[in-house]
């Protein structure tokens, strides 16, 4: 199984702040990796896929960077809107691993 | 447009067996693979595995391996998942979610079911 191994766990910033998430494969996955925004309550949300591309309908405030076994979401000009859990998952082979998330809260 | 919609909340009894569904509408069901993902109170999400609905092949993650069973009925476009001896450790939501197409390149799960929480209690 590929490990997925995400930091920080939680995170407090203000609005407007740039907030990075960071996570890391255990082995290569030709950058199938996306990300997800989960709020209390609600299933999960497609943000970013293939590392870097946007879903559509996205806030171009997120952005996915990284390849081979390391990679990023960052959130530019956090918005109160943005409190959550974000998760990111492999999808290069199953079993399709998650990190174990990062709850970001606002200031 | 694309919906997952699952079956209702369920309350079993330690031991017994819970049923969900996933009725998929607005693509075709057959095309597409159906992973379902479990989510314990407060934690994080946990990948339990993938049905192809055409051919009604599975695979399972090792932690399900044993009591969890998918299975699909084609004609009404609905995915199944079934887990047997429940126990505490089971009380859980449960999402079903559209993963790749069964032609096309990988695909994330960007469709998801709203979820079926599933409570064990005596």
């Known amino acids: 199984d590929i490990q997925m191994t995400q930091s920080p766990s939680s995170l407090s910033a203000s609005v407007g702040d740039r907030v990075t998430i960071t996570c890391r494969a255990g082995q290569g996955i030709n950058n199938y990796l996306a990300w997800y925004q989960q709020k209390p309550g609600q299933a999960p949300k497609l943000l970013i896929y293939?590392?870097?591309t946007l879903q559509s309908g996205v806030p171009s405030r997120f952005s996915g960077s990284g390849s081979g076994t390391d990679f990023t979401l960052t959130i530019n000009y956090l918005q109160p809107e943005d409190v959550s859990t974000y998760y990111c998952q492999q999808y290069e082979r199953a079993p399709r691993t998650f990190g174990r998330g990062t709850k970001v809260e606002i200031k | 447009q694309v919906q997952l919609v699952q079956s209702g909340a369920e309350v079993k009894e330690p031991g017994a067996s819970v049923k969900v569904s996933c009725k998929a509408s607005g693509y075709s069901f057959s095309d597409y693979y159906v992973h379902w993902v479990r989510q314990a109170p407060g934690q994080g999400l946990e990948w339990m595995g993938w049905?192809?609905?055409?051919?009604?092949?599975?695979d399972y993650a090792k932690n399900f391996q044993g009591r969890f069973t998918m299975t699909r009925d084609t004609s009404i476009s609905t995915a199944y998942m079934e887990l047997t001896s429940l126990t505490s450790d089971d009380m859980a939501l449960y999402y079903c979610?559209?993963?790749?197409?069964?032609?096309?390149?990988?695909?994330?799960?960007?469709?998801w079911g709203q979820g079926t929480l599933v409570t064990v209690s005596s």
């Open positions: 293939a590392a870097s």
């Open positions: 979610t559209r993963g790749s197409g069964l032609t096309s390149m990988k695909q994330p799960n960007n469709y």
């Open positions: 049905i192809n609905p055409k051919s009604g092949d599975t």
